[in-house]
Protein backbone atom coordinates (compact mmCIF):
# COMPACT_ATOMS: atom_id res chain seq x y z
CA UNK A 1 0.00 0.00 0.00
CA UNK A 2 1.23 3.06 -1.27
CA UNK A 3 2.09 5.78 1.99
CA UNK A 4 2.99 8.50 -1.06
CA UNK A 5 0.51 9.82 -2.71
CA UNK A 6 0.52 11.74 -6.28
CA UNK A 7 -2.12 13.05 -8.35
CA UNK A 8 -2.50 13.28 -11.32
CA UNK A 9 -0.96 9.98 -12.75
CA UNK A 10 -0.99 10.97 -15.96
CA UNK A 11 -1.76 14.93 -16.99
CA UNK A 12 -2.22 16.13 -21.05
CA UNK A 13 -1.93 20.11 -20.81
CA UNK A 14 -1.93 23.16 -23.36
CA UNK A 15 0.62 25.17 -23.76
CA UNK A 16 0.86 28.27 -21.71
CA UNK A 17 -1.31 27.06 -18.51
CA UNK A 18 -0.41 26.65 -15.18
CA UNK A 19 -0.49 23.25 -13.41
CA UNK A 20 0.43 22.01 -9.91
CA UNK A 21 1.19 18.65 -9.57
CA UNK A 22 0.43 17.04 -6.20
CA UNK A 23 2.70 14.94 -3.60
CA UNK A 24 0.94 13.96 -0.45
CA UNK A 25 2.87 11.70 2.01
CA UNK A 26 1.53 9.63 5.62
CA UNK A 27 4.82 8.84 7.41
CA UNK A 28 5.96 11.70 8.57
CA UNK A 29 8.84 12.35 7.04
CA UNK A 30 10.82 15.70 7.06
CA UNK A 31 12.66 14.91 3.70
CA UNK A 32 10.77 15.26 0.21
CA UNK A 33 12.15 15.31 -3.16
CA UNK A 34 11.09 16.09 -7.02
CA UNK A 35 12.70 14.27 -9.38
CA UNK A 36 12.37 14.72 -13.01
CA UNK A 37 13.10 11.67 -15.43
CA UNK A 38 12.82 11.65 -19.43
CA UNK A 39 12.19 8.34 -20.91
CA UNK A 40 15.13 5.76 -20.93
CA UNK A 41 16.68 8.28 -18.36
CA UNK A 42 18.08 8.79 -14.98
CA UNK A 43 15.93 10.59 -12.72
CA UNK A 44 17.25 13.85 -11.79
CA UNK A 45 16.84 15.98 -8.63
CA UNK A 46 14.59 19.62 -9.43
CA UNK A 47 13.65 20.09 -6.02
CA UNK A 48 13.68 19.14 -2.24
CA UNK A 49 12.91 20.11 1.46
CA UNK A 50 13.95 19.34 4.61
CA UNK A 51 10.90 20.49 6.75
CA UNK A 52 8.13 22.68 6.56
CA UNK A 53 8.94 26.18 5.04
CA UNK A 54 12.12 24.92 3.88
CA UNK A 55 12.59 24.57 0.03
CA UNK A 56 16.29 24.21 -2.07
CA UNK A 57 16.64 23.56 -6.22
CA UNK A 58 18.23 20.54 -7.03
CA UNK A 59 20.79 19.47 -9.44
CA UNK A 60 18.16 20.24 -12.19
CA UNK A 61 17.69 23.42 -13.53
CA UNK A 62 13.94 23.41 -13.50
CA UNK A 63 11.40 26.40 -14.18
CA UNK A 64 8.72 24.40 -11.86
CA UNK A 65 8.70 26.14 -7.95
CA UNK A 66 7.34 23.93 -4.41
CA UNK A 67 6.08 24.63 -1.59
CA UNK A 68 6.03 22.74 2.00
CA UNK A 69 3.33 24.52 4.28
CA UNK A 70 2.26 20.86 5.97
CA UNK A 71 5.17 18.20 6.58
CA UNK A 72 2.67 15.54 4.70
CA UNK A 73 2.23 18.12 1.78
CA UNK A 74 4.77 18.93 -0.59
CA UNK A 75 3.23 20.15 -4.63
CA UNK A 76 5.14 21.12 -7.47
CA UNK A 77 3.80 24.02 -9.42
CA UNK A 78 4.46 25.14 -13.45
CA UNK A 79 3.03 28.96 -13.93
CA UNK A 80 3.14 28.06 -17.72
CA UNK A 81 3.56 24.73 -19.12
CA UNK A 82 5.91 24.49 -22.42
CA UNK A 83 6.27 21.19 -24.69
CA UNK A 84 10.20 20.75 -22.83
CA UNK A 85 8.37 20.29 -19.61
CA UNK A 86 6.88 17.15 -21.29
CA UNK A 87 8.49 14.37 -19.04
CA UNK A 88 7.75 11.96 -16.20
CA UNK A 89 8.15 13.49 -12.39
CA UNK A 90 8.41 11.93 -9.25
CA UNK A 91 8.16 12.79 -5.82
CA UNK A 92 10.07 10.76 -2.82
CA UNK A 93 10.29 11.21 0.77
CA UNK A 94 13.03 10.31 3.59
CA UNK A 95 13.26 8.86 7.06
CA UNK A 96 16.09 9.89 8.89
CA UNK A 97 17.59 6.43 8.60
CA UNK A 98 17.83 7.42 4.68
CA UNK A 99 15.40 5.09 3.44
CA UNK A 100 13.13 6.53 0.57
CA UNK A 101 9.36 6.14 -0.34
CA UNK A 102 8.72 6.74 -4.14
CA UNK A 103 5.49 7.45 -5.17
CA UNK A 104 3.91 6.62 -8.72
CA UNK A 105 4.84 9.52 -10.60
CA UNK A 106 2.75 11.67 -13.10
CA UNK A 107 3.43 11.71 -16.78
CA UNK A 108 3.42 14.57 -17.77
CA UNK A 109 2.67 16.04 -21.56
CA UNK A 110 2.29 19.26 -22.62
CA UNK A 111 0.89 19.96 -26.62
CA UNK B 1 30.52 9.69 -17.62
CA UNK B 2 27.95 9.38 -15.25
CA UNK B 3 29.08 8.36 -11.51
CA UNK B 4 27.00 5.55 -11.56
CA UNK B 5 26.90 3.07 -14.62
CA UNK B 6 24.65 -0.18 -14.91
CA UNK B 7 25.27 -2.80 -16.94
CA UNK B 8 23.92 -4.52 -19.14
CA UNK B 9 21.33 -1.98 -20.20
CA UNK B 10 18.79 -4.45 -21.34
CA UNK B 11 18.70 -8.00 -20.21
CA UNK B 12 16.18 -10.82 -21.80
CA UNK B 13 15.75 -13.93 -20.12
CA UNK B 14 13.76 -17.01 -19.53
CA UNK B 15 11.45 -18.42 -16.66
CA UNK B 16 13.68 -19.43 -14.01
CA UNK B 17 16.97 -18.48 -14.98
CA UNK B 18 19.46 -16.90 -12.54
CA UNK B 19 19.87 -13.02 -12.74
CA UNK B 20 22.58 -10.73 -12.34
CA UNK B 21 22.70 -6.93 -13.00
CA UNK B 22 25.81 -4.84 -12.15
CA UNK B 23 26.46 -1.12 -11.00
CA UNK B 24 29.81 0.48 -10.58
CA UNK B 25 29.95 4.20 -9.25
CA UNK B 26 33.23 6.40 -8.90
CA UNK B 27 32.41 8.46 -5.52
CA UNK B 28 33.14 8.19 -2.16
CA UNK B 29 29.20 6.62 -1.00
CA UNK B 30 27.37 6.65 2.35
CA UNK B 31 24.96 3.94 0.97
CA UNK B 32 23.72 2.20 -2.53
CA UNK B 33 20.23 1.92 -3.42
CA UNK B 34 18.70 -0.88 -5.54
CA UNK B 35 14.95 0.54 -6.69
CA UNK B 36 12.57 -1.14 -9.29
CA UNK B 37 10.70 1.05 -11.98
CA UNK B 38 7.49 -1.20 -13.65
CA UNK B 39 6.24 0.50 -16.72
CA UNK B 40 3.55 2.37 -15.24
CA UNK B 41 6.32 4.52 -13.86
CA UNK B 42 6.22 4.39 -10.00
CA UNK B 43 9.26 3.05 -7.84
CA UNK B 44 9.76 0.53 -5.23
CA UNK B 45 12.95 0.51 -2.91
CA UNK B 46 14.01 -3.01 -2.71
CA UNK B 47 17.73 -2.43 -0.93
CA UNK B 48 19.93 -0.30 1.13
CA UNK B 49 23.30 -1.19 1.23
CA UNK B 50 26.10 0.01 3.45
CA UNK B 51 28.26 -3.15 3.34
CA UNK B 52 27.92 -6.78 2.46
CA UNK B 53 25.08 -8.67 1.82
CA UNK B 54 21.28 -8.50 1.97
CA UNK B 55 18.49 -11.00 0.63
CA UNK B 56 14.80 -10.56 0.41
CA UNK B 57 13.05 -13.59 -1.24
CA UNK B 58 14.51 -14.30 -4.58
CA UNK B 59 16.52 -11.32 -4.96
CA UNK B 60 20.06 -10.92 -3.24
CA UNK B 61 21.83 -7.39 -3.36
CA UNK B 62 25.72 -7.21 -2.69
CA UNK B 63 28.23 -4.51 -2.12
CA UNK B 64 32.13 -4.32 -2.33
CA UNK B 65 32.52 -0.37 -1.06
CA UNK B 66 36.71 -1.18 -1.70
CA UNK B 67 35.88 -2.09 -5.95
CA UNK B 68 33.01 0.92 -6.04
CA UNK B 69 30.73 -1.70 -6.79
CA UNK B 70 27.51 -3.69 -6.43
CA UNK B 71 25.19 -6.35 -7.59
CA UNK B 72 21.57 -7.26 -7.46
CA UNK B 73 20.71 -11.10 -7.99
CA UNK B 74 17.58 -12.94 -8.77
CA UNK B 75 16.86 -16.75 -8.75
CA UNK B 76 14.38 -18.18 -10.21
CA UNK B 77 13.62 -15.28 -12.24
CA UNK B 78 10.05 -14.60 -12.90
CA UNK B 79 8.04 -12.69 -15.66
CA UNK B 80 6.47 -10.58 -13.00
CA UNK B 81 10.04 -9.70 -12.16
CA UNK B 82 10.43 -8.05 -15.78
CA UNK B 83 10.89 -3.88 -14.99
CA UNK B 84 13.68 -1.14 -14.96
CA UNK B 85 16.06 -1.74 -12.37
CA UNK B 86 17.88 1.70 -10.75
CA UNK B 87 21.12 1.73 -9.00
CA UNK B 88 21.60 5.03 -7.05
CA UNK B 89 23.94 5.98 -4.58
CA UNK B 90 23.67 7.89 -1.74
CA UNK B 91 26.62 10.35 -1.59
CA UNK B 92 27.50 12.61 1.62
CA UNK B 93 25.41 12.24 5.23
CA UNK B 94 23.10 14.18 7.06
CA UNK B 95 21.16 17.33 4.95
CA UNK B 96 23.88 17.34 2.74
CA UNK B 97 23.16 13.77 1.46
CA UNK B 98 21.89 13.34 -2.11
CA UNK B 99 21.05 10.24 -4.55
CA UNK B 100 23.04 9.90 -7.78
CA UNK B 101 21.21 7.66 -10.35
CA UNK B 102 22.31 5.17 -12.81
CA UNK B 103 20.44 5.23 -16.02
CA UNK B 104 18.80 1.49 -14.96
CA UNK B 105 18.55 -2.02 -16.57
CA UNK B 106 15.55 -2.78 -18.26
CA UNK B 107 15.03 -6.79 -17.85
CA UNK B 108 12.49 -8.91 -19.97
CA UNK B 109 11.63 -12.14 -18.41
CA UNK B 110 10.02 -14.39 -21.22
CA UNK B 111 8.07 -17.88 -20.51
Known amino acids: EADIYQTPRYLVIGTGKKITLECSQTMGHDKMYWYQQDPGMELHLIHYSYGVNSTEKGDLSSESTVSRIRTEHFPLTLESARPSHTSQYLC??????????FGSGTRLTVV | KNEVEQSPQNLTAQEGEFITINCSYS?????LHWLQQHPGGGIVSLFMLSSGKKKHGRLIATINIQEKHSSLHITASHPRDSAVYIC?????????????FGTGTRLQVTL
Open chain 2, 27 to 31: VGISA
Open chain 1, 92 to 101: ASSDSGYGYT
Open chain 2, 88 to 100: AVRVGTGTASKLT
